[in-house]
C-alpha cells in the first residue's frame, strides 16, 4: 500500500466533482462519474464487476425555507439559527394552529414525543405538530403525526446537556423511507420551549424542498477466486453530498479501498474478497440497506464479516476503531465482532499508534449487516464531533475544533484530508483485510 497510490484515486474523484457541478453527490452526473472511475479500475485490476441498481428519493433544497409565527402576534424565525429544514421533509407551506405533543421541558430530560399513536389521541386533525426529539426516530415520529391529521411539523431539541447540539438546531431526518407526506422544519429547545408555552399559537411552515423518486448504483467487485463460503467483505459510501465534492467523505474511504483492491488482486488468496461502494448513503444509508435486503440467509451466512470504511482521512483526526466488543459504548456488534475490533487494535499497538474504540451509532453503512447478525467492524477519524484536550495530546491536531471542520461543506476538497491518518488507516485496511482473507485469522463467532 502507497500514499501515493490513495491519492491518486483522490484525485480523479476531485476532478470528476470538478467537472460536475462541484460534487459527486447520488442522482447526479458526478456520481455516475464516479462509478465508471471505480468500475474502470476494478476490471483493469482483474475483478469480476456488477452494478446494483435501486430506488432512493432524491432529496434537495431549493431555496429559503421559512418557519413564522402568524398569532398571537408575528414573529419570522431565522433559517440556520432558530431553525432548519428538515431533511427529507415532504415539501409544502401551511398555515395552523400548532397542537404541543408530549413535550417535556427541562434540561437532562428525555422525550417521548410522538412515537406512539396514543400520543395524539386528541389531536386537531389540519393542526401542526410541535413534536420533541428523543427515544424513537423522527420517521416514526413523522408518520404518527401525519397519520394523526397533522398538516405540519416542528421538531424541537430536547434539553440533554450531553447532546452536542444542546440548545441548538437538532439533527433531524425523516430518512428515505418517509411517507408521511407533509412538511417539516427542525426548531432549537430554546424556541420549542417558547412555542410549547404559548396560548393561541399559529404558525406558517413552508419546507422548500423538492423530494423525488430517483434511480441509483452501488458497485460491487469480487475476487474471481477463492471460497465463496468465506467471504471477506468491505465497503465504502462513494457518494458525497450535494454542497462538495465530499473527498473526505467518503473519497478517503472510497479510495484506499480502491488501492488496497488493486494490490490484493496481484496474491492468490483462499477466501474470496468482495467490495463494494456504495450509492446514496447520504440519504440514510439506501445502497447498504438494498444490498442486504437482496441477500437470502445463504448468502448473508457466506459473509464471514463486513468491514466498514467512512472518513479514514479527516484533517484534524481520530483514529478510531469500531466498537466491536461493546467496551467503550455499551453497543456490541454481532458475534466476531469484537475480534474485528481487537485485530485493527494489534496494528496500531505494533507501530505504537494510540486508537479508542468508536461507538456503533448506526450512522454508516455497517448498520444494515449488523442488523442482519454479520460481523463487522472498520475505521473512522471523526465528523462534526470535537476533538478533545486528551485526544490532541494523543494525535495532535487542535483541542475545541471538529475532527472534520468541512465536514458536508464545499471545503470538503483533496486540501481536506490529513495525508498521516489517511496513510496510517490504509495500511491498516490492507492488513486486516489480508490476515482474513489469506486465512491467517478467522472470525470464531457463534
Known amino acids: 500500500m502507497t500514499l501515493k497510490g490513495v491519492l491518486e484515486h483522490e484525485k480523479a474523484l476531485q476532478r470528476i466533482a470538478d467537472r460536475n457541478g462541484g460534487n459527486r453527490a447520488a442522482g447526479t452526473p458526478g456520481y455516475d462519474a464516479s462509478v465508471d472511475y471505480v468500475e474502470w479500475r476494478l476490471e483493469r485490476a482483474g475483478y469480476d464487476v456488477s452494478r446494483q441498481s435501486f430506488t ?3 432529496f434537495r433544497e431549493l431555496g429559503p425555507s421559512v418557519l413564522q409565527q402568524t398569532a398571537p402576534g408575528t414573529v419570522t424565525y431565522v433559517e440556520d439559527t432558530d431553525f432548519s429544514v428538515t431533511d427529507h421533509s415532504a415539501p409544502g407551506d401551511v398555515t395552523a394552529a400548532v397542537t404541543p405533543v ?37 420517521e416514526i415520529k413523522g408518520e404518527n403525526a401525519a397519520a394523526a391529521g397533522a398538516v405540519g411539523i416542528v421538531f424541537m431539541n430536547q434539553g ?28 432549537t429547545y430554546a424556541l420549542g420551549a417558547s412555542l410549547s408555552a404559548t396560548p393561541g399559537l ?70 474470496k474478497l468482495r467490495f463494494a461502494w456504495w450509492g446514496a448513503e447520504e440519504a440514510n444509508l439506501v445502497g447498504s440497506n438494498h444490498y442486504v435486503s437482496q441477500l437470502d440467509d445463504a448468502g448473508l451466512a457466506d459473509i464471514e464479516m463486513y468491514l466498514n470504511f467512512d472518513m479514514v482521512a479527516s484533517p484534524n483526526y481520530g483514529l478510531f476503531i469500531y466498537d466491536g466488543d461493546g467496551s467503550g459504548f455499551g453497543l456490541v456488534g454481532p458475534d466476531g465482532s469484537d475480534e474485528i475490533e481487537g485485530l485493527f487494535e494489534e496494528y496500531y499497538a505494533k507501530r505504537d499508534i494510540p486508537s479508542e474504540p468508536t461507538a456503533f451509532s448506526g450512522r454508516s453503512d455497517y448498520q444494515a449487516f449488523i442488523n442482519n447478525g454479520v460481523p463487522s467492524g472498520g475505521l473512522f477519524t471523526g465528523a462534526e464531533g470535537v476533538k478533545t484536550a486528551a485526544q490532541a495530546a494523543k494525535w495532535g491536531g487542535t483541542a475545541g475544533t471538529a475532527y472534520d471542520p468541512c465536514y458536508h461543506a464545499a471545503c470538503d476538497t483533496i486540501a481536506n484530508l490529513s495525508h498521516r491518518a489517511l496513510d496510517i488507516n490504509s495500511d491498516a485496511i490492507a492488513y486486516v483485510i489480508y490476515l482474513y482473507a489469506s486465512g491467517r485469522r478467522v472470525i470464531n463467532a457463534g
Open 102 to 138: 408530549d413535550i417535556t421541558l427541562g434540561l437532562g430530560n428525555t422525550s417521548t414525543s410522538g412515537c406512539e399513536a396514543a400520543d395524539f389521541a386528541g389531536f386537531p386533525a389540519g393542526n401542526i405538530a410541535l413534536l420533541q426529539r428523543g427515544t424513537c426516530t423522527f
Open 202 to 271: 399559529t404558525m406558517r411552515v413552508f419546507a422548500n424542498v423538492s423530494r423525488l423518486l430517483s434511480e441509483n448504483e452501488n458497485l460491487i467487485a469480487e475476487s474471481r477466486k477463492g471460497d465463496p463460503h468465506n467471504v471477506v467483505m468491505a465497503g465504502a459510501h462513494l457518494d458525497s453530498v450535494r454542497e462538495g465534492p465530499g473527498i473526505n467523505d467518503n473519497g478517503s474511504g472510497s479510495s484506499a479501498l480502491i488501492e488496497v483492491a488493486e494490490q490484493m488482486a496481484k496474491l492468490k488468496l483462499p477466501n
Open 56 to 58: 432512493f428519493f432524491d
Open 160 to 187: 440533554n446537556t450531553d447532546a452536542p447540539d444542546r440548545n441548538g438546531i437538532p439533527a433531524v431526518t425523516l430518512g428515505n423511507g418517509y411517507t408521511g407526506g407533509i412538511p417539516a422544519v427542525n426548531a
